[in-house]
């Protein structure tokens, strides 16, 4: 079967498996309800009547003016009118002068390690000092998260998997990690720089080091490397973040699809590996090939994938760092933040069903233009989960060895066992479970910060609470945190509602938005975000096709009396989902990723649904990232 990035089938929280919600839980979503009815005045109930039809253009009170996309689903992307959405990097586009061409039926590991990579995700925005004729000049740091054979390679559908050999893992290999790319912006539009400095491929091959407090562990030793402090690569790199001093983080999700083979009986990683869904559904094949990802021949290798990795952008040679300190989960994203004290705040959501939020403290202060003293800041701090509570608290529960129940008592042995053992040290704490907690992103100027729940089908009607008070989640919602006095170092928040995702019109569904929203301006699954530099929040989806419509991006108001009103800016060709959104500094370019076009999960390489962007019969789909402009050279939006 091939896949999509957003058809996680697993749950593994042991807490839920089996389990309805506690008798704790239930009072505290009555309460909760009663809360949010009366209380939340700014974030509407909109039932079958509350949502209007497409109007004018500008609802008053609007700060988005751009004229809304409609509610459809074609081959092709869609951006309003007054705007050009145009392919920046593709699939196979060359990144070095010696890069060569795309060749889709002789695909080799070698040429794509000099090419731009596959399923690009996350995107990261650098500005560098302008060119000599005055020209702005980035850095983009793109992720490319997972490869999908099917539509990847010609040839293999006869007889999938059984027909991918050695040299097709090779290839897949090479083709995740991550694309560093220099742009350049001339009369109006980025393009690539080749040559430039600054380029860079990262693979699933590309020595990495493991740092902070499980470094060196026995259980991240392997047979390759008894130190347990060098990793070879990374994977399934889905969101990310830039931080504060120009560094590039790369969070590693669904490792768990990478490791194949027989736990031998009785392994003493059995219950970890389960608790991470290891083993349970691989869906690459690259164990039958490589030792390092066959359970039945090393069992510690999964246990060095689901960190964070830092990398820093400016020195294509330096060696990327997985910082253990900020835990061991299917992260989706790694945005950062700095607290009023200079601490730097990171928040992380898990991405699977009924899994946890945290947030990440570190230790030392932010040196405001110190790139040297910041470099190796997220080494050390303290990790948190979040539970939230129905009285609309959110208390941020520190994951510390020694404390509370992380103890050896419950086999904790030392801190290295708490960060790689992050989920079951959350379990123990109590923290919330959660409708698959997605992108989290931090507006510093106001103290908030926005958690997208992507959806939940399997959270049954006793299984509810108060953040979470949906049963078959099929659309998600958007959580609100508000950090008290703008301090995200706070370890007690606040949390509330702004949408419930899925269609007003249909009361049934439960869906809560801003009554001005249009036809076009709700939707499903959020995924990724965005606060542009306005302040305005955009929100990604992957998932949207369950309601019918294509996957998108939305504009949403987030304050005044359309708090809540979502509105449609760009659609995805049909198969694709959008990620990665990222707006250039001056807010006059956004960047977004288009994954797996074409792709239905039963789709071909030879049977696209789409062959996006190219529309030709010698191109396959291809996952590109778009630029888009307004055509006035305006800021994006407005
Ligand atoms: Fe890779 Fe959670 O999406
Ligand atoms: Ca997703
Ligand atoms: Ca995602």
Redesign the pocket.
């Known amino acids: 079967m091939g896949f999509k990035?957003s058809d996680p089938d697993e749950v593994s929280n042991p807490r839920m498996l089996n389990a309805p919600a506690t008798i704790g839980d239930l009072i505290e979503l009555r309460i909760s309800r009663r809360l949010f009815l009366g209380g939340a005045a700014a974030t509407a109930v909109a039932g079958a009547a509350g949502c209007a039809n497409s109007g004018p253009s500008r609802a008053p009170g609007a700060s988005f003016t751009f004229a809304e996309i409609e509610r459809a689903m074609d081959d092709t992307h869609h951006a309003p009118a007054g705007y050009a959405a145009d392919v920046l990097l593709r699939w196979g586009d060359a990144l070095f002068e010696d890069s060569p061409p795309f060749d889709p039926m002789h695909q080799t590991a070698a040429a794509q390690r000099r090419q731009f990579g596959v399923n690009n995700?996350f995107i990261g925005f650098i500005a560098l000092d302008p060119a000599a004729d005055g020209s702005a000049r980035a850095l983009l740091c793109v992720n490319h998260?997972y490869a999908n054979a099917k539509m990847m390679f010609p040839g293999v559908e006869p007889d999938y998997p059984a027909l991918l050999t050695k040299a097709h893992c090779e290839v897949e290999m090479a083709g995740h990690g991550s694309s560093i790319v220099e742009i350049v912006k001339r009369d109006g539009k980025w393009r690539p720089v080749i040559p430039s400095k600054f380029n860079r491929r990262i693979t699933a091959e590309t020595p990495m080091s493991l740092t902070g407090p499980a470094a060196g562990d026995d259980r991240l030793k392997t047979h390759e490397d008894p130190e347990g402090r060098t990793v070879l690569g990374t994977v399934f790199n889905?969101?990310g973040g830039i931080t504060a001093w120009g560094s590039y983080l790369m969070a590693e999700?669904n490792f768990h699809n990478y490791f194949g083979g027989e736990l031998p009986d009785g392994h003493a990683e059995a219950p970890t590996l389960k608790r991470y869904s290891v083993g349970s559904s691989p869906r690459f094949v690259w164990g039958r090939y490589f030792d390092r990802f066959n359970l039945g021949k090393e069992q510690h290798e999964a246990n060095r994938f689901g960190w964070i990795v830092e990398v820093d952008p400016f020195d294509p040679t330096s060696t990327p760092k997985k910082r253990t300190a900020l835990g061991r989960f299917k992260h989706?994203?790694a945005e950062s933040v700095i607290a009023p004290d200079g601490r730097v705040v990171l928040y992380s959501g898990d991405?699977e069903r009924f899994e946890y939020v945290y947030k990440f403290v570190s230790d030392r202060k932010y040196v405001d233009g110190d790139r040297r003293a910041n470099i190796d800041i997220l080494e050390s701090g303290t990790l948190h989960v979040a539970r939230f509570d129905a009285d609309g608290t959110l208390q941020w529960l520190r994951l510390v060895f020694g404390e509370g129940p992380l103890t050896a008592e419950n086999g904790f042995r030392s801190q290295a066992d708490v960060l790689i053992e992050t989920r079951r040290a959350a379990d123990l704490l109590g923290a919330t479970p959660m409708d698959r907690p997605?992108?989290v992103e931090a507006d510093h100027r106001t103290g908030r910060v926005y958690l997208m729940l992507t959806n939940n089908n399997r959270r049954k009607a006793d299984q509810v609470n108060a953040a979470n008070p949906r049963a078959d989640n099929k659309f998600g919602h958007i959580i609100e945190i508000i950090e008290p006095d703008g301090d995200f170092a706070s370890t007690t928040s606040r949390w509330d509602f702004l949408v419930k995702c899925g269609d007003p019109a249909d009361p049934a569904v439960g869906a809560t938005w801003n009554p001005a929203t249009t036809k076009n301006g709700w939707f499903g699954s959020p995924?990724?975000c965005a606060i542009d530099p306005s302040g305005r929040l955009w929100i990604a989806t992957?998932g949207n096709a369950e309601t019918g419509a294509a996957d998108g991006l939305w504009a949403m108001e987030t304050t005044g009396p359309l708090r809540g009103a979502g509105r449609a800016f760009f659609r995805a060709p049909i198969g694709g989902e959008v990620?990665g959104p990222r707006f250039a500094d001056d807010g006059t370019t956004l960047f977004l990723s288009v994954q797996h076009p074409g792709d239905d999960g039963t789709t071909f390489f030879e049977r696209p649904l789409t062959r996006w962007p190219d529309f030709s019969h010698e191109m396959p789909a291809r996952a590109s990232v778009l630029q888009i402009n307004k055509i006035d050279g305006g800021p994006i939006g407005s």
Request: proline content about 0%; aromatic content about 0%; charged content about 60%.
């Open positions: 990035s995700d998260e889905c969101a999700e989706e994203g991405d997605e992108d995924d990724n992957d990620t």
